[in-house]
């Protein structure tokens, strides 16, 4: 019974972990500037909406939040992308590609 019970609450649980953070994080889904953390625009010309900071030279990661790495997006515009090792990785609509110089990966809109 008591495994029953653990497997019960583990299975209720999990579901609300997997629909990820709403906190407005980099990458986090917003309706506005108000919902994004410090220092974060909600960009909302991109799938889904999503709270990021801009940058100036893809590849860059010592001035973008931690996890995540200067990327061009739609264009030449460049945004702090979370780093990601494959497109499960991604929000839908994205897709995980190498950044400049192939060192790191992000999540980059498909289209481009």
């Known amino acids: 019974m008591h495994r029953f019970l653990c497997l019960s609450a583990a299975l209720f649980v999990l579901p609300l972990f997997a629909c990820g953070r709403n906190d407005g994080a980099v990458a986090e889904s ?25 940058c100036s030279e893809e590849g860059d990661t010592a001035n973008c939040p931690q996890g995540t790495v200067c990327t061009a997006q739609l264009g030449e515009e460049r945004l702090c992308s979370l780093t990601c090792e494959d497109t499960d990785d991604c929000r839908e609509g994205y897709v995980c590609v190498a950044v400049a110089d192939g060192q790191a990966k992000a999540c980059r809109v498909k289209s481009l």
């Open 30 to 54: 917003c309706k506005d500037d108000v919902v994004c953390e410090a220092g974060l625009a909600c960009y909302q010309n991109y799938p889904g909406t999503f709270c990021a900071q801009s």
